[in-house]
């Protein structure tokens, strides 16, 4: 039997092996019998290497896709053995594809609503941040500069005679010297010159409203308490001596007129002129 009609008779005779290596052993076994029979020539050969590279080849494709081949007989197979009207039941074995389910809803009616009015913004806004700048470091004081300054008191002698007590006081630098001085002045004696009797006749509550110098009068005005004195026309004299002393200490100040709340008066207490200015020389 020819070897190209192999298959054919194979099929005819209900062999469903199809395995070539059920067939190769045929072909081999036929190429050896006519070999031994008769000399083949070289297109015969030819041939017969053609067809077993051929059947490799075959081999080689039936082994990669041995599986998928195998399959695909048995659903042939099935159904040329299947019943006529049930061939469309069988399905090859293909890779499943996700099957995507459509579901159509039924149409609504289309209603116009009328947009919501916007809500305010209700989201807290945290207060800024207060950053405290750093504090600086207190810077030490510049040192005040002080100049010395004399002022006068009373002393009553032994004798009860009423005279000047000259005292300094360590006042710091101003514009305003003179009024510093009588100031100082109107704060009395410290306990240390009150115990060497050194005494303060001007009268209590007094303050000085203003003090200023024009050529070489100093002009002091005073409060109205300056006018009540409890110790008489002594009094009177001690504490006008107070004021000019002390005021004249200054190097441009010679004489001395009085104020009281601005307005120059002739006379203080009993008959004491002080309508024009006073100087040492007046007493």
């Known amino acids: 039997m020819p070897g190209d009609l192999l298959p054919y008779y194979l099929y005819t005779a209900g062999i469903n092996c199809i395995d070539p290596f059920c067939i190769l052993p045929y072909y081999i076994f036929v ?14 050969q030819a041939i017969v290497i053609f067809w077993l590279v051929f059947i490799i080849a075959i081999i080689a494709i039936f082994m990669i896709n041995a599986e998928t081949i195998s399959r695909n007989f048995n659903v042939f197979r099935d159904r040329m053995a299947a019943p006529q009207g049930t061939e469309d039941e069988i399905l090859f074995f293909e890779e499943e594809e996700p099957q995507v389910t459509v579901v159509i809803e039924p149409t609504r009616p289309v209603t116009t609503t009328e947009p ?16 405290t700048p750093p504090t600086p470091e207190p810077q030490p004081p510049a040192p005040v500069q002080v100049r010395e300054r004399v002022i006068y008191f009373t002393h009553v002698g032994a004798d009860g005679q009423i005279l000047q007590s000259r005292v300094t006081r360590r006042l710091p630098v101003s514009g305003t010297p003179m009024q510093d001085a009588l100031n100082e002045m109107l704060l009395g004696p410290s306990a240390e010159e009150i115990s060497r009797g050194i005494l303060n006749l001007i009268p209590q509550n007094t303050r000085i409203l203003a003090a200023t110098v024009r050529g070489s009068t100093a002009y002091i005005s005073f409060s109205e308490d300056f006018l009540f004195n409890t110790f008489g026309v002594e009094g009177y004299v001690a504490q006008l001596r107070q004021i000019v002393w002390t005021v004249t200490e200054f190097p441009n100040v010679n ?5 009281i709340e601005g307005r120059r008066m002739d006379f203080l207490g009993e008959g004491i002129w002080i309508g024009s200015p006073i100087s040492r020389q007046s007493f």
Request: aromatic share 0%; proline share 14%.
């Open 31 to 44: 190429a050896r019998r006519g070999a031994g029979r008769k000399t083949q020539p070289k297109g015969s």
């Open 116 to 131: 919501r009015p916007q809500e305010p913004d209700r989201t807290e806004v945290s207060p800024p941040v207060q950053v």
């Open 255 to 259: 004489d001395v007129q009085l104020l």
